[in-house]
């Protein structure tokens, strides 16, 4: 079965650095999300793409957060400064369209010393 | 209006057993209302889905039960496994596709 893939796999770096995290979606898949996972809590959307271009951002701190996916294939997520309410999972997910199952990847764990 | 509100936070079910966890949510635009499995260190996997035409669907030992009235879905998990052991999500989305997730109901099954 296909799979989203994600890396790296953990994160640990010290606050006010750079951190970037890639995400290989299903082959086909149209549709892109970064998500956010608080340790005990649920996923929260960060940004989605259709294709290259961003369909919602809003929830993206877009001071210190930015995500491309500029051959609207694989994309990467950055975060500069890293702050230490940062430590989370980044998740990435993927669908063949809007309101299509949402399929996931491991995730990266990130943690900001 | 946008949150999805899951209960129990926690439960623990002897081997055999019936899990049950409920979900309600306010925002009658969503129309798509899946559950989703995570282990510890792994990503959410989709386990089974509802849209709001059908009351109910069951794939093996899953079922989603729908109360669209009431605004209110539930997983039940027939014959409970250790295996079964895990976080489980519920969540919904409208034709924007963005999930909203419950807070998760981490589900023990005792052997």
């Known amino acids: 079965e296909a799979e989203v893939a994600q890396s790296p796999r953990y994160k640990i770096t010290e606050k006010s650095q750079a951190v970037a995290f890639w995400c290989d979606p299903i082959s086909g898949h149209a549709t892109l999300y970064w998500y956010r996972q608080i340790l005990g809590q649920g996923p929260e959307l ?15 701190p877009k001071d210190r957060f930015s995500a ?3 051959k609207g294939v694989d994309s990467t997520l950055k975060i500069q400064p890293a702050e230490l309410g940062d430590s989370a999972m980044y998740l990435c997910a993927s669908s063949l369209g809007f309101n299509q199952p949402q399929h996931f990847g491991d995730g990266t764990r990130l943690s900001i010393l | 209006q946008q949150q999805v509100k899951q209960s129990p936070q926690s439960l623990i079910v002897q081997k055999g057993g019936i899990s049950i966890i409920n979900c309600a949510y306010e925002n009658t635009a969503f129309d798509y209302f899946p559950w989703y499995q995570q282990f510890p260190g792994k990503g959410p996997a989709l386990l089974i889905a509802i849209r709001p035409d059908v009351s109910e669907k069951k794939e093996g030992r899953f079922t989603i039960s729908f109360n669209k009235s009431a605004k209110q879905f539930s997983l039940h998990i027939m014959d409970s496994q250790p295996g079964d052991s895990a976080t489980y999500f519920c969540a919904a989305n409208n034709q924007g596709g963005k999930l909203i997730f419950g807070q998760g109901t981490e589900l023990s099954v005792k052997p």
């Open chain 1, 46 to 60: 960060l940004v989605q793409f259709q294709d290259e271009s961003v369909v919602d951002d809003s929830q993206l």
């Open chain 1, 68 to 70: 491309e996916r500029l």
